[in-house]
């Protein structure tokens, strides 16, 4: 909590605080790692419980899916351009890509919301089967995730318009990308065992 | 919504309308003191709004004390109603809803609180630290806490109490066989109090790990503070496990899912396999950081370094790794078949390797100790042998093919109240009487202290031993009574008698609080026990910025170095600079309340509402964004002040090394 500032240092790790918070930020992430890995086993074991319902193959558009994976995907990587930007202290370079971040997983929000009210539609209903249960519980916890990313970031995009590049911000914005690439990284694992798995079986 | 409204209070029942109007007139109580005192200002500056470790350590405390109580009144109700046989004092219903609200709350709402309680006021000043990493959010972790708690406890008496057992086992804790309201209360409340651990365990890993003074390396830290390292990883670990198992449960019971129950797919035992998965874990959770104020406690009061300091941090790796695997053991009666079975047994019985090494640790620690008995160690000393039965039993009931014979019995019963209350119980008194002088500055009286420890654990003894043999005989669990015929009787009677031995001795307990604030001594010295580590280096009770000049580590038991070798005890003025210390805020005491708002509409299943109480959780959320509040500086004549208060004493009347 003292100051204990050390200029050589990327902007976000100078401050004694900001080195905590970074720490406990990846913590966090590993609680979330076993969240998700939790939500994952349930969904293992419950993936062929369809109670008579529709089955992956009768629901699945794997073209819409697919523009989601590369949504958020291309989303990761201008992620990851928005704290280059913040490395070179480029505070309308990191600004940008940071909104184009937001919109790409607005984007991915949008598509994954008509998606489920698509699958609603077809009766498909978190209330059908186990494994529907599971499927709406596993991948509605990452959208959600995705949206309150998406809120925080904003609340983050505010303060560096109101305060420029400081170590407060920067840090702010780092840990944000670490939690924007983690999600990224829970996707991959949801379009592997869940699309992709749920087709070829 | 199908509530009605002439449900929402729990009425008919005597014992209930009592507890109702003693609510209500402790509430009034509470309220005409406090405004009658002039002290609602008071309680929100330096209590509800504070960030002080040490502050929010003694709320814990207090508010798991409470909750002991409560938990205690439910077993003595049990006691009462099996006394004898074929009693009418509960009726099956009462009787399922009190064991279920005996076992939540005293592993989460009273042995979880004390421990974090202690770890909060401790640790920080055992490693040096002005405070924990992130103060606020340690607030933030209580006053979830103590939302969830209360929102647990309120279920008596509005809407009815969870009734399927504290392991809320499916399909029994489903909407079909429970379709009340009451298991609502379990998956929410827990919920809430769970987010508040979860963000304990984290603050208190990045504390540990990044805040400990100059020198003090990681095989220097008391072992205190390795055994609530290792437990706060554990609850890293293990509650979003947790989590993910009540938000299931939720929403089975309230949306409609199917992940527990019998139609549309769902499997009950994944609930099983859920719930022990993180609470197997949990047991550990609660013991490591109790074994920890064992060893401190040992280390002290046989005036030697604690024995086998490395191989005590290797043992607790290893029951923290082991703890993980063993989950099936608590239902070897699935019928998993042999092979599983096999290895969980394999794997619970080697718990017992790293555990029989601590025993071996703290019996060499005091050998040719010069072993002084103050009723922390008669704590510590009796702990061994108790917990050593807890343990043995543990092996017995480990053997899978054994275990069917003692499943669900009151052998098990008695075996799991045999490691948790020396494991925890009887640790959080010994760290209570050890730690009371730095939290308070006064001890607790030793003389009652006695008197307590030695109802505590006869009445301890007397209620559980005779359990092992019910057990045995084939007394069943959570069974609310017992015929005549079965012989069980004089054993029943003989356990509630240790039972109301042993809530004298919590009364003791509770007395010697109140006597000790009144009465005790106030002119005793900051390390009153002759101690080892660093806490005991600043004054009783601690100053808010804990140390003037945070104290360079050299070896294990700083203090005890330092004492020998006559260095860092004094403080010249030129040491002295400004210390920089967070503000104190609302916004954990606000998030508390509209998470417990939202909790209770969830509860009763207004989920319009309930949704719009979590935009209030939002709300909190993006004020705390927002918050670039950094803090205030304490100035030199401020600390110079506080210092000379308890340095410049120059010893005359006050009590060294009082024993």
Redesign the interface.
Known sequence: ???NVNTALPLEYQTEQN???I??FW??L???I??FG??FA?YS??NA???GGPTPKDLFEIKDVMIETILLLTSSFTCGLAIYEMRRNNKNGLLLWLIITLLLGAGFVFMEVNEFIHYVHEGAT??????L??FF?LLGTHGLHVSMGI??AT??II?IFQRGLTP?TARKTFIIGLYWHFLDVVWIFIFTFVYLQGMVR | MDINWHDLFIVGNPLILGSQIAILLSVIGIVALLTYLKRWKWLWREWLTTVDHKKIGIMYILAGVLMFFRGGVDGLMMKAQTSRPEMNFLDAQHYNEVFTTHGVIMILFAAMPLLIGIMNYVIPLQIGA??V???QLNALSFWLFFSGAMLFNISFVIGGSPDAGWAAYFPLAGKEFTPGIGNNYYAVAIQIAGIGT?IS???F??TI???RAKGMTLMKMPMFTWTSFIASVII??????F???L??MT?DRI?????F?L?????DM?WVN?FW?WGHPEVYIVVLPAFGMFSEVIATFSRKMLFGYKSMVFSVVGIALLSMLVWVHHFFTMGAGPAVNSVFSITTMMIAIPTGVKMFNWLFTMRKGRIEFSTAMLWALAFIPCFLIGGITGVMLAMSAADYQYHNTLFLVAHFHYTLIPGVVFAVFAGLYYWWPKMFGHMLNEKLGKIHFWLFTIGFNVTFMPMFFLGLDGAVRRSYTYSAESGFAPLFLVSAIGAVILALGFATFCYNIYWSARYADRNISNDPWNARTLEWATASPAPFYNFAKVPEVKTLDAFWYMKKHNEGLTLSDDEIKEI???SNSGLPFYMGIIFGITGFLLVFEWKLAALVAAVGI?IG??IR??D?ND?FHVTVDEIKETEKSWRSSDGKGVKNHVG
Do not use: C
């Open positions: 909590m003292s100051a080195r905590l918070n720490l406990g913590v966090f590993g609680a979330e076993i969240l939790t939500l349930v074991v419950l419980r369809f109670a978190m209330q059908t089967s186990a494994w249960s599971s519980t809120g925080w609340m983050v303060q407060v | 002005r405070d990493a992130f103060p979860l365990g984290i603050n890993i990045v790990l990044k805040m890293v670990s293990a509650f979003p496990i989590t993910v198992a938000a299931l929403l949306f409609g899912t199917h992940f129950t139609s549309g797919g769902g499997m994944m859920l998965l920089h210390m967070p939002i959320l993006i964004s927002f670039y803090g």
